[in-house]
């Protein structure tokens, strides 16, 4: 059942690699076609998926290399449900919304796809060695993407993506290879892995191995240099798959691995890892405020962002995972269509510098549509009651309010930087005056602007009712988190008990008081 | 000491000296005919130290072979080539040659300890003096019949290689007219190469 | 001594590959000589079914009851077998891709051929001998050949000085390697066989004479020559950029292989007493190879160099499975060389196929080959990142389980350096790709835009496509299909006896080791 996600799209990669007599029209349609497949695919699954049950569904097993440990082994939760999904609607979207005269078009469709299998294998893998495969699968497809469509600068960026995420894949292998090795196991499947029980000290070095790898690749402040020159250089489709989909890597690797196999070292790592998070909210927001061009400013949103689903992760409560996990989803969304529409901004004006950019709200000479929906997109990110990006963000900082205060405050305020810099960005781009001598822009045709209405649907719906996408994560987050309560209250009353007896009771007690208060608030919200 | 051991110390003792004072030579000397010739004289001595150590097969053949052949084709062929060239002198050479000696004296010291301080394993059985043809001969057809062999093609391999880098080459009418000029070349052109100094560049 | 008993003593049958090599090398070189110019067309075929009915020699030889042979000079057991049969096998793959390029440049094909047999040869005895007189023959059966293929192109002086650096440094490293060997001789009171010598050794003393470690330093020096180890690296680069390339090829993975088997078997047999002190020097020579082969090859310009400094660092992680020396060490030694050779045999076929049509193996001159030229550029990209270990290809499987091994034997700091320079070593490798994939077709080199259209029907192209599938073909499915190739590289280590005891020895020693530590823990309480 799972194996089709993987399957579909290799196959449509391989046959458009292999049909040399293909024109651009029909490469794109049938790459359009096989992401199509892989989304219906995906939302079947979506019927099929049994909420009652946290832990992995619709196992796929099949021995692959036994001595090395390494089996193709696959499994669904409610995380990596979303996940994939996520990746199967971007990767349509980002097909649909690639331009269509485009150079050496099988081979940018194709890669495309490879990328998705990946992706997708990586999200179910139930095997370390298996993620660790699939992740670096994606590596040099990506690197072709950015290299060959990129716009200026591309070569450059390529690289610098390229020999971050082979480090990023370096430390990863290290950190997985000595967490099953040091449990004198050659078994690499997640479950064993998710059950050992090293001393703590190995265990917080592993997770800071893997707090690291996976840093450089959500990106974490000081590994995040790669970001901004990447998601810049890359071209819209590219760009949206790079925030939208990778950068989810990073976290999902994050929450399934450093928290799902050493929930004490979490436990005991997470105050600085909150700290960390909010310090990334902060860096993002100010860096994105001096930026002059509107694709960096989303570039560097997207570091801030980032930094709230670290910070749930970090909270240790349901609910800020929950928050955590649908954040990843709703960031994906929203990165997706404001890169989708600064593409169709910079493809129909030709320009995206800020200080260039003026007034195109004009229902007559600008782009109307694209400006309403850009309007949508920056407020969504901002966190607007009422859109998507609110609900998450609420359900983060409701979540880590109770665990961490100060660290949550900082992003929320973080949140309120976002509104500054969207504004900046709404107003320069969107209002103002539109200089009549040079608004003579082409029109923006429905196939241009549909990736970006289906997104706002889903912004906007997603919105209103909530539940419909917190119900899905809902119970691997509380699993996740039952893994780790007892553990943390543990650690933390080994570590502190004697100077702050207080702090034993604040994460397992307020959260539990917290989540009903909240979710009822959010489900009577419309 | 009976007197056999007396002659036998002598004649080591002559042997090693001879030999190790050609073998300087042979270093040191800057005339290379000279050193060819007392490369000979080194071939010789061991030859003697063969004979010493009750080897008489093993001191024939090293005559037959190093002096004979060896050294002989390489007088040939000082003599054959004949080019005098002189060399720049190249300033500060005494460095390299204090280093060389320094490097060699180390060497020698590192070995010499080792071979004192090392308990060697002295093999108990005699000497099997005039009946070594015949053990040899049985070894080759027994236990060392592999490499034997093996050297036999090893043989026919470098005869066939030294034909080959030494006849000269006919360039066949049948290739293709644009690969004449480069026949028996690797395909790659040279690169271009980039002056060392600014002085090439400019000569 | 009785014939038959002797006969029967000697078990020749051991030697049948080699044979059919010998075979086959005379037949061609006769068939070339009655037959003139006009042989060339049927000897290389020839050359190949001869290595091909080698193989099929070892396949039959796998497992045999006796593997003994030559009383003591020869063993045939798996590890032996399966070195065998990837000297084998880059010959038979280096045999084709030779045919146009020695034809384009003008030498006669059938001498080549037997000198790459004879050094084919040459690899197999020394991947199998056990005795110190065998070893040295074969050895030098191995580097004369190969000088004289170095050396082939006589008219072009790269091909002379490659020839002749090769000839000096090999000749004094095979000086250097026979000093050490003779002292073995001395130290064992004239034993020859490794096991005799071991046996000798070990009842002489229990604690290591000066002799053996000067011994294991000499050893080591043509040992780590053979397989380009840093710092015995220096001839690499010159050498591989002045040969004709399928000899670089051939050297690079077959004169590899042989190194290495020579390598496991002396090393694990003669030096158990100094086994500490070889571990410390190959994992010297491991990080320096895997170093300064990535960092250099970053600085490369010409194609051929960058290969040279690349296969010095793959070396070096091939040498991680040597020093752990678990079963999986091994094994994922034997696993890598077989991936090994299938990707870098297929690189430089690539290599071969470029430089024959345009004349040159400049990096820059690579640039926009895509839109020329798909399949050499899909090609060279494929065995490119198989290289530097990007899955699914087959070289991420071979990294992946030396990496693996290395770390479960918990040699933590040399996996590090592994994984910290294959990163490196993906930028290098990705940088060629980018030439031939990224470049806008505005960029494209003057070589490729000169590049002639694609014939593959002159004579030579053939074979040369051929090579370049079946490489291709091994490098992306080796890795996904693993499993055979698993099975066969660990049932080499655990059918191998000498292995086999090297390995439960080194077990014993690492459990007292640890239990002498946790005595020494245990005792200030």
Known sequence: ?526 | ?203 | MDFSALAAQLNAGAILPEGIVIITLITVLVGDLIGGRASSRWTPYLAIAGLFAAIVALVYQWDTANPIAFLGGFNSDALSVVFRGIIVLSAMITVPMSIRYVEQSGTSLAEFIVILMTATLGGMVLSGADELVTIFVALETLSISSYLLTGYMKRDPRSNEAALKYLLIGAASSAIFLYGVSLLYGLSGGQTRLSAIAAQLAADSSDAPIGLVVALVFVIAGIAFKIAAVPFHQWTPDVYEGSPTPVVAFLSVGSKAAGFALAIRLLVSVFPLVSEQWHFVFTALAILSMVLGNVVALAQTSMKRLLAYSSIAQAGFVMIGLIVGTEAGYASMVFYLLVYLFMNLGGFTCVILFSLRTGTDQISEYSGLYQKDPLLTLGLSICLLSLGGIPPLAGFFGKLYIFWAGWQAGAYGLVLVGLITSVISIYYYIRVIKMMVVKEPQEMSDSVKNYPPMRWNLPGMRPLQVSLVVALVATSLAGILSNPLFTLANDSITHTPLLKAAIAEQAAAMVSHTETVETIAIAPQ
Not at chain 1, 62 to 78: A, E, V
Not at chain 1, 252 to 259: A, I, V
Not at chain 1, 346 to 351: I, L, P, S, W
Not at chain 2, 27 to 46: H, K, P, R, T, W
Request: with cysteine.
């Open chain 1, 1 to 526: 059942m799972l194996t089709p996600l993987l399957l579909i799209p290799a196959v449509g990669a391989i046959a458009l690699a292999c049909w040399s007599g293909c024109s651009a029209q029909r490469a794109r349609s049938l790459a359009l076609a096989t992401a199509g497949t892989t989304l219906l695919w995906t939302v079947w699954l979506f019927t099929q998926f049994d909420l009652t049950d946290p832990g992995f569904q619709m196992r796929e097993f099949l021995p692959w290399i036994p001595q090395l440990g390494l089996n193709y082994d696959l499994g669904l939760d409610g995380l990596s449900l979303l996940m994939v999904a996520l990746n199967s609607l971007l990767t349509w979207i980002a097909l649909w919304s690639s331009p269509t005269t485009l150079d050496r078009p099988r081979l940018f469709y194709s890669l495309m796809l490879l990328v998705s299998a990946g992706v997708a294998g990586a999200f179910l893998a139930q095997n370390l060695l298996l993620f660790f495969l699939l992740y670096e699968v994606e590596l040099v497809p990506l690197y072709l993407l950015v290299a060959i469509w990129g716009g200026e600068k591309k070569t450059y960026a390529a690289t610098k993506f390229l020999l971050y995420t082979a480090l990023s894949g370096a430390l990863m292998l290290a950190g997985f290879l000595a967490t099953v090795l040091l449990t004198d196991g050659l078994d690499f499947r997640y479950m064993t892995a998710m059950g050992q029980t090293l001393p703590l000290v190995a265990q917080t070095i592993l997770l800071g191995c893997l707090v690291v790898a996976f840093g450089i690749k959500i990106p974490l402040v000081p590994f995040h240099t790669w970001l901004p020159d990447t998601y810049v250089a890359a071209s819209t489709p590219v760009a949206m798959i790079l925030g939208g989909v990778l950068a989810k890597l990073g976290t999902y690797g994050l929450f399934r691995f450093g928290l799902g196999m050493f929930p004490d070292a979490w436990a005991l790592l997470a105050p600085y890892l909150a700290v960390w998070a909010a310090g990334g909210v902060l860096y993002g927001a100010v860096t994105a405020i001096a930026q002059k061009d509107i694709k960096r400013m989303v570039a560097y949103s997207s570091i801030g962002h980032m930094g709230y689903v670290l910070l749930g992760g970090a909270a240790l409560t349901d609910l800020a995972l929950t928050g955590a996990v649908t954040q990843m989803v709703s960031h994906g969304l929203i990165l997706a269509i404001l890169f989708h529409l600064v593409g169709l901004v910079e493809a129909k004006v030709g320009t995206r510098e800020l200080d260039v950019l003026n007034g195109l709200m004009n229902p007559i000479r600008g782009l109307p549509m694209t400006s309403a929906l850009l309007v949508l997109g920056g407020m969504a990110s901002a966190g607007i009651p009422g859109l998507m990006g609110f609900v998450t963000e609420f359900l983060v900082f409701q979540g880590s309010y109770a665990t961490y205060p100060i660290p949550t405050l900082l992003a929320v305020t973080g949140t309120g930087l976002t509104a500054v810099y969207f504004i900046i960005l709404l107003n320069r781009t969107c209002f103002g005056r539109l200089d009549n001598a040079i608004a003579y822009f082409p029109k923006v045709s429905f196939t241009e602007q549909f990736p970006a209405l289906i997104l706002a649907t889903l912004i906007l719906f997603l919105g209103i009712q909530p539940n419909w996408l917190v119900k899905w994560g809902e119970p691997t987050a509380s699993s996740m988190v039952a893994l780790l309560l007892p553990r943390s209250v543990e650690v933390i009353a080994g570590d502190r008990a004697p100077t702050s007896p207080v702090a034993l009771e604040t994460p397992a007690d307020l959260s539990h008081k917290a989540l009903p208060i909240a979710v009822a608030g959010l489900k009577s919200l419309p």
């Open chain 2, 1 to 203: 000491m009976t007197l056999a051991e007396g002659v036998q110390l002598v004649s080591f003792g002559l042997l090693a000296a001879m030999m190790i004072a050609a073998a300087l030579g042979v270093v040191l000397l800057s005339n290379i005919v000279y050193s060819a010739f007392l490369l000979g004289i080194v071939f010789v001595s061991i030859s003697g130290m063969y004979v010493l150590l009750n080897a008489g097969f093993v001191a024939a053949a090293q005559i037959l072979i190093y002096v004979g052949a060896v050294n002989v084709l390489i007088l040939f062929g000082i003599m054959l080539v004949n080019k005098r060239e002189d060399f720049a002198p190249v300033r500060r050479a005494w460095l390299g040659k204090v280093a060389t000696g320094a490097v060699c004296l180390g060497l020698f010291a590192l070995l010499s300890t080792m071979v004192l301080g090392t308990p060697w394993a002295l093999s108990s059985e005699a000497a099997i003096g005039d009946g070594a043809t015949v053990m040899i001969g049985l070894h080759f057809f027994s236990d060392f019949l592999l490499p034997f062999e093996l050297a036999s093609v090893l043989l026919l391999i470098a005869l066939v290689g030294a034909i080959i880098l030494a006849r000269r080459e006919f360039i066949p009418d049948e290739m293709p007219q644009d690969t004449v000029g480069d026949a028996l070349k690797l395909p790659e052109r040279p690169r271009e190469l980039v002056p060392a100094s600014r002085d090439g560049a400019e000569s």
